[in-house]
């Protein structure tokens, strides 16, 4: 158990007092320190040459580190860094065509990757036809990870945006459209994609449980729910990991969900790990999201004013990294990796050379000391702009 205490309430940094910050960093530095493991961050990933993608005369970025989700029956070994299918044809704008993001799935898989991440309701259910007819045929090298939580019932898009439902009969229909789907005889690892106020916790740990014992299924997670419900899930089937959002610019999971995560040995994988790319330095205030198909458009922290007041976080992260010799992206990837060994960022890209750039973050070794700066210095910085707007908001438990 942890020992000590940590502060309640949503931490929205653009409302938080330097002094509020001050003693929220000091009661989080266990994260630094206990779950601080330089053995995994220091073994260096060696650039290897390619032969299987016809890039034999280049070296690619492979990534060898291995980390391990969740424990016991619940484990799970995946590449340090995973890979977010979703912008390759959600929510991310204009996307190459499915030619390519077919291939640029192949050449992650190439390169190390082990863990993609899809959902029912990216597209709804095209993304998840996407990842798999690009990774089925890896199915014995890689886990296509999915979620459930939206109502489809009958498998029909019902309304728009789709509702929340979490019921049994539900979870069950989605499993077996999504194995069709992603055409793989069993889902490595399932998660609830937002909490169903109507369905208790019990109920869907059950469900999953029951889907686990049938073969269809083989892990459990959760995804932006609060402690309690983490503990009560985990007694009826033990989780494998918890996926929320955390960043530099948004680091709530560290006051309760990473530490019950510890305590429990659940794994956690960040969502949207440079903050839908804004931590890479390739989107300023003239940056302009497609209407269509890309939610940036609806997130307060998009707008062109909340750009230009955060851009100096990113200012900051490139400072940091000039004299180091990484990029933006580097080090919004590093600061994740190197806060606990139970972290697995899933960066999502469309483009081989942000993969590559991604995976190299794995190369860098710096001490922690050297991190906690870098976080001091990010955390004086206030963010502009919520990070969801209110109908997001009131889906995620904190
Ligand atoms: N559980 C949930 O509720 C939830 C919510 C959101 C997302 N997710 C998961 O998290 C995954 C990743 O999230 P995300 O796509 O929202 O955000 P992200 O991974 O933080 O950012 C993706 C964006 O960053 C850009 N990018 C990636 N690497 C880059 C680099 N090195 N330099 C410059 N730009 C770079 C990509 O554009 P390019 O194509 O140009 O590289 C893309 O637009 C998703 O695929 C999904 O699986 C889960």
Same mark, same amino acid.
């Given at each position: 158990?942890?020992?000590?205490?940590?502060?309640?309430? #949503?931490? #929205?940094?653009?409302?938080?007092?330097?002094?509020?910050?001050?003693?929220?960093?000091?009661?989080?530095?266990?994260?630094?320190?206990?779950?601080?493991?330089?053995?995994?961050?220091?073994?260096?990933?060696?650039?290897?040459? &390619? @032969?299987?993608?016809?890039?034999? @005369? *280049?070296?690619?970025?492979?990534?060898?580190?291995?980390?391990?989700?969740?424990?016991?029956?619940?484990?799970?070994?995946?590449?340090?860094?995973?890979?977010?299918? &979703?912008?390759?044809?959600?929510?991310?704008?204009? +996307?190459?065509?499915?030619?390519? &993001?077919?291939? /640029?799935?192949?050449?992650?898989?190439?390169?190390?990757?082990?863990?993609?991440?899809?959902?029912?309701?990216?597209?709804?259910?095209?993304?998840?036809?996407?990842? %798999?007819?690009?990774?089925?045929?890896?199915?014995?090298?890689?886990?296509?990870?999915?979620?459930?939580?939206?109502?489809?019932? %009958?498998?029909?898009?019902? @309304?728009?945006?789709?509702?929340?439902?979490?019921?049994?009969?539900?979870?069950?229909?989605?499993?077996? !459209?999504? /194995?069709?789907? =992603?055409?793989?005889?069993?889902?490595?690892?399932?998660?609830? +994609?937002?909490?169903?106020?109507?369905?208790?916790? @019990?109920?869907? !740990?059950?469900?999953?449980?029951? $889907?686990?014992?049938? %073969?269809?299924?083989?892990?459990?997670?959760?995804?932006?729910?609060?402690?309690?419900?983490?503990?009560?899930?985990?007694?009826?089937?033990?989780?494998?990991?918890?996926?929320?959002?955390?960043?530099? &610019?948004?680091?709530?999971?560290?006051?309760?969900?990473?530490?019950?995560?510890?305590? $429990?040995?659940?794994?956690?994988?960040?969502?949207?790990?440079? *903050?839908?790319?804004? /931590?890479?330095?390739?989107?300023?205030?003239?940056?302009?999201?497609?209407?269509?198909?890309?939610?940036?458009?609806? $997130?307060?922290?998009?707008?062109?004013?909340?750009?230009?007041?955060?851009?100096?976080?990113?200012?900051? =992260?490139?400072?940091?990294?000039?004299?180091?010799?990484?990029?933006?992206?580097?080090?919004?990837?590093?600061? /994740? $990796?190197?806060?606990?060994?139970?972290?697995?960022?899933?960066? %999502?890209?469309?483009? =081989?050379? +942000?993969?590559?750039?991604?995976?190299?973050?794995?190369?860098?070794?710096?001490?922690?000391?050297?991190?906690?700066?870098?976080?001091?210095?990010?955390?004086?910085?206030?963010?502009?702009?919520?990070?969801?707007?209110?109908?997001?908001?009131?889906?995620?438990?904190?």
């Amino acid at each position: 158990m942890r020992s000590r205490t940590f502060k309640k309430g #949503n931490r #929205n940094e653009a409302n938080t007092s330097p002094h509020d910050r001050r003693d929220f960093l000091k009661n989080v530095t266990f994260l630094g320190t206990a779950a601080f493991v330089p053995a995994v961050f220091t073994q260096s990933c060696k650039d290897q040459k &390619m @032969e299987s993608s016809g890039e034999s @005369e *280049n070296k690619a970025a492979v990534i060898s580190q291995r980390r391990i989700l969740g424990k016991g029956t619940a484990a799970m070994e995946v590449s340090a860094l995973g890979f977010g299918v &979703m912008g390759m044809n959600y929510h991310r704008g204009i +996307h190459p065509d499915k030619k390519a &993001m077919i291939k /640029l799935a192949h050449q992650a898989v190439e390169r190390g990757v082990t863990i993609f991440d899809t959902a029912e309701t990216y597209g709804p259910f095209t993304n998840e036809e996407l990842a %798999g007819e690009a990774l089925s045929g890896y199915k014995d090298r890689i886990a296509i990870t999915t979620k459930f939580g939206f109502n489809y019932a %009958g498998n029909r898009i019902n @309304e728009m945006p789709a509702g929340l439902n979490s019921r049994p009969e539900r979870i069950r229909e989605m499993v077996e !459209a999504s /194995l069709k789907r =992603l055409r793989i005889d069993v889902i490595e690892l399932l998660y609830q +994609h937002r909490l169903d106020p109507d369905v208790p916790i @019990e109920d869907v !740990a059950g469900t999953v449980k029951d $889907l686990i014992t049938e %073969g269809k299924v083989k892990r459990f997670g959760l995804c932006e729910v609060g402690a309690e419900t983490i503990r009560r899930a985990h007694s009826v089937q033990p989780v494998t990991a918890i996926q929320s959002e955390y960043h530099l &610019m948004w680091r709530s999971v560290e006051e309760e969900i990473l530490p019950v995560c510890e305590e $429990l040995g659940i794994g956690f994988v960040p969502y949207s790990p440079i *903050n839908r790319g804004f /931590l890479t330095g390739a989107i300023n205030e003239y940056t302009r999201f497609d209407s269509g198909n890309d939610n940036r458009n609806i $997130l307060p922290r998009f707008t062109p004013e909340a750009i230009r007041a955060n851009l100096r976080i990113v200012e900051e =992260l490139n400072r940091f990294g000039r004299t180091r010799g990484m990029t933006i992206a580097q080090v919004a990837l590093g600061w /994740l $990796l190197q806060k606990a060994p139970y972290i697995v960022p899933i960066p %999502g890209t469309t483009k =081989l050379s +942000h993969l590559e750039e991604n995976l190299r973050t794995a190369d860098f070794s710096l001490a922690k000391q050297e991190w906690d700066e870098l976080e001091m210095a990010v955390a004086a910085i206030p963010v502009t702009g919520d990070r969801y707007p209110a109908s997001e908001q009131r889906k995620v438990e904190k």
